[in-house]
């Protein structure tokens, strides 16, 4: 059913701290191996080892340089996968009922087996988290690794998404954002976590924790004053030096 | 966003035979016997064949039934419930009008609502896309509409409701243009907000996440149609517009006719390949690009 169900108490989710990825893709390598051999249609890669490598992935990681006015610029890892938003117009423009948002935990899933692979859940997407698979013809997401998350085959701890349970450095947390008692929702509430493009009201349930702002650095070396570098007023024997170099031939003005 | 052959032809041919089919459900011309049967023929084929077009650019073409079953909140599937009672309702009228000379009037008139129906319903796949802010606009059904009863006079051989229609057409589309010109930046949406990282600085791509491409670029990312912008404009006004209406507006002979006909079929393609082309999805603002 193509109808958002009514808002589900339980909405699981991740948490992204942008203040703590390192930008590695272990995130994007453990997500694409565990779901092209899991839940689905495989996640096919076209001319993998060719001149135009290219290939379904369900989460991938973008770095942006932010510029402030004043200081350095920062560099800003950002993985990006499907938000599970709560007002989801991926699943809304479905004509078939394939694409739907799970009552139970909010979860936005395909059902492979009615997708036509028109496209059009992609397009209404915001944040490019869906991909329609160039060989099986099918719209391919992130399923929050909904077939490790309830395993009971698993150990306790792999209980989580594969993206979470891989990243060496604790920078993605999953968890019901629904719950504000949650590790992951007093998180949000203590880093101030945010949503993105919140002026699409898709009321996404994923929060991303901004980057803690850059220490300053004072002028602190104390003998940064005995090492000033060369000249520069032309005086003394460097400035005789560079007067001398620069009049001969091919000599730098 | 990227122009999609199949989807470029299903909505200039569609388009023209649903037009068409209006004006023959509105009983503007009444054709029986063997001319309603060529009459009827050439909609058929062309809201037909675009249909058909239509289906080639899905992943699992021979699943398509399903997308009549969630017509309460998806466009895309009330229009293929609004085509088959359009195309269904019309073959009755034309039916009648083929075997037995008879004009059902009601069941015309019913046909040619639907028809128009389709046309709209279409239109509503792209204006409901918030994601493309040049689409969401009220000029997006009003343009698909206005082409398709311009388009189907055209082909109904209505001159002056052909000519009319399509100086307004024309007008419609420089104001869509000029309107959707400023919409991205009018929707609020930027790398800032993409991001979330405005309130630090100026955000820049730095990085992509692949050293290739991939199906969202591919998809979304087309920067071809905006770099010859004002020359397909012109093309379009002049091809889909401009020349049919001289053309009609001549001395009435078969060959300015049809060749009115070709020259808007020309005209339409290229201002649906812009449609599409000049769109820009807010998902390329991750990549730096649109």
């Not at chain 1, 859940?121 to 698979?133: H, K, M, S, V």
């Amino acid at each position: 059913m193509t109808q958002l169900p009514p808002l589900s108490a339980k909405k699981l989710g991740l948490v992204i701290d942008l203040d703590t990825c390192v930008g590695c893709h272990a995130c994007v390598v453990s997500c694409k191996g565990w779901n092209t051999e899991n839940y689905g249609a495989p996640l096919s890669d076209q001319q993998a080892y060719g001149a135009n490598p290219s290939g379904t992935f369900l989460n991938r990681v973008h770095s942006f340089e932010v510029q402030p006015e004043q200081g350095e610029a920062q560099l800003i890892h950002f993985p990006k996968s499907c938000l599970h938003c709560e007002d989801a117009p991926c699943v809304t423009v479905c004509p078939t009922g394939a694409s739907y948002k799970r009552t139970e935990d909010g979860i936005v899933l395909v059902n492979e087996s009615d997708c036509i692979g028109c496209g059009l859940c992609a397009w209404a997407c915001p944040y490019g988290a869906r991909e329609l698979d160039a060989k099986e013809g099918v719209m391919k997401k992130c399923t929050l690794c909904v077939d490790r998350i309830y395993n009971e085959n698993l150990p306790e701890e792999d209980r989580q998404p594969a993206c979470v349970r891989t990243c060496p450095a604790g920078a993605r947390h999953f968890g019901d954002l629904g719950d504000e008692n949650s590790d992951v929702s007093q998180l949000v509430a203590e880093r101030g976590g945010f949503d993105l493009m919140p002026e699409q009201g898709t009321k996404p349930v994923n929060k991303y924790l901004p980057p803690r702002p850059k220490d300053e650095m004072p002028e602190f070396d104390v003998l940064a004053p005995y090492l000033e570098p060369v000249a520069q007023d032309g005086k003394g024997f460097v400035g005789w030096l560079d007067k001398a170099l620069s009049a001969m031939p091919g000599g730098a003005k | 966003m990227h122009p999609a052959n199949s989807v470029i032809l299903f909505n200039t041919f569609s388009g023209l035979g649903f037009g068409l089919l209006f004006w023959l459900g509105m009983g503007v011309i009444v054709p029986t016997g063997t001319s309603a049967f060529i009459w009827f023929a050439i909609a058929y084929l062309f809201a037909v064949g675009g249909l058909i077009a239509s289906t080639f650019h899905l992943g699992h073409p021979e699943r398509a039934i399903k997308a009549f079953s969630q017509w309460k909140t998806s466009w895309l599937s009330r229009e293929g419930v609004c085509a088959v009672f359009a195309l269904i309702v019309m073959a009755i009228y034309g039916a009648g009008l083929v075997f037995a000379g008879a004009r059902l009037g009601i069941t015309g008139f019913i046909g040619a609502i639907a028809s128009l129906g389709v046309v709209f319903t279409t239109s509503m796949i792209y204006t409901q896309m918030k994601t493309v802010p040049r689409w969401r606009h009220w000029t997006t059904p009003a343009m698909y509409l206005m082409l398709s009863l311009g388009g189907g006079a055209l082909l109904a051989g209505q001159i002056k409701i052909a000519a009319v229609l399509l100086i307004a057409g024309g007008i419609l589309q420089m104001f869509a243009w000029g309107s959707g010109d400023t919409r991205f930046k009018a929707s609020g949406t930027t790398m800032e907000s993409a991001t979330g990282l405005g309130h630090i600085g100026t955000v820049r791509a730095f990085e992509p996440p692949h050293t290739g491409t991939n199906y969202l670029m591919r998809e979304f990312i087309h920067q071809v149609g905006r770099k010859h912008v004002e020359k397909l404009r012109i093309i379009t006004i002049g091809l889909a517009f401009l020349l049919p209406v001289v053309l009609l507006i001549l001395p009435f002979s078969h060959v300015f006719a049809a060749l009115a006909v070709v020259s808007h079929i020309a005209g339409v393609l290229t201002l649906r390949w812009l449609f599409f082309a000049q769109a820009e999805h807010v998902v390329g603002l991750y990549y730096g690009k649109r």
